[in-house]
């Protein structure tokens, strides 16, 4: 992939791509997911777990040419008040590929996740402590994709729990869920008493989904059973979903971004999220909420390479902003 990208488009590779890998390898844990119920799924799952690595490989590879090359553009990005959340998503990508290695049985996934692990606490306090320096952020900077360095934390237990790396999980559990609070906060008052987000990142509100369905597994992954606080965590990610779907009619009015695939990774884990709490409890309203949710994941998907595809061959990506 890299030595197919001009020196020009190099410069202007972002960042955020790596959402592409969050969205393609939750897509495939939530199809093994719902083999529980549809068997055939297995298969499809680990068909799309190997395309998600590979495209991965080709990602990483074409941004680490980048780093070597265009050093001060990667700096950039770092010091860009958006961009800078979306660093994590390449742990986070490598904590999702251990699931799937996981759930495929391979033995690969206990390296994997160590060392998306360790990339993810590096990142964590690295962009938490940008945060928190003397860089001037705006409120009209804040936006749910923050919560994605929080995310990538209360995902390390759902992989790390049954590695056998119980307190290390519990740490990043923990962590995960301390920031997602904070955070929480932080963006529905921005949401509620600033100025509206500009268009361009109004799917990143789909982000709100994520926390509460990945914390769910996670915790779920930890106590080994579904209580009170795994409930709580469930059906606030079905709360959230609501009022994403509130806003859906201004979301399918805007122009397709990089941004959009903000719809395909809080998706696969709310569908997750369900297949596993009907697992758990027998529940065929949760079987039947995962199937309709994973009918949707499936459309969000195609649809999303569709226009990804289309936009490259249009050159509107790897572009100046």
């Not at 008040?81 to 690969?108: D, T």
């Not at 964590?124 to 952020?137: K, L, M, P, Q």
Request: glycine letters at 8%.
């Amino acid at each position: 992939m890299s030595s197919t990208v001009r020196p020009s488009r190099l410069m202007h590779f972002p960042v955020p791509l790596f959402a592409m890998v969050m969205g393609s390898l939750g897509f495939s844990v939530a199809l093994m997911s719902g083999a529980t119920i549809w068997p055939f799924l297995y298969g499809v799952g680990a068909v799309v777990m190997w395309g998600a690595i590979i495209l991965f490989a080709g990602l990483a590879a074409t941004y680490i040419a980048k780093c070597l090359r265009y050093s001060d553009a990667v700096k950039l990005e770092w010091n860009h008040p958006v961009k800078l959340a979306f660093f994590p998503a390449i742990s986070i990508s490598l904590l999702l590929m251990a699931i799937a290695l996981l759930l495929s049985g391979y033995e690969a996934a206990r390296g994997v996740w160590l060392v998306g692990a360790g990339l993810q606490g590096i990142l964590t306090i690295a962009v938490i402590s940008g945060w928190i320096s003397h860089r001037a952020f705006e409120v009209g900077h804040l936006t749910p994709a923050w919560f994605i360095p929080a995310v990538g934390n209360v995902i390390a237990p759902i992989a790390g729990a049954r590695l056998g790396y119980v307190e290390l999980s519990w740490l990043f559990f923990s962590a995960g869920i301390l920031f997602w609070l904070v955070l929480l906060t932080l963006v529905f008052n921005r949401l509620i008493f600033h100025n509206p987000m500009p268009a361009k990142l109004l799917p990143t509100l789909v982000i709100l989904i994520a926390p509460p369905s990945v914390g769910y597994l996670g915790y779920v992954a930890l106590s080994g059973q579904v209580d009170a606080f795994a409930r709580i965590l469930l059906n606030s990610g079905y709360i959230f979903t609501i009022l994403v779907l509130v806003q859906s009619p201004k979301l399918v009015k805007l122009p397709f971004a990089l941004s959009w695939w903000a719809l395909s990774f809080p998706v696969a884990a709310l569908t997750a999220a369900s297949f596993g709490f009907a697992e758990a409890t027998g529940s065929v309203a949760h079987s039947v909420i995962g199937t309709g949710l994973l009918v949707l994941l499936c459309v969000i998907m195609v649809a999303l390479f569709f226009r990804t595809i289309q936009a490259a061959l249009r050159d509107q990506i790897c572009v100046p902003d």
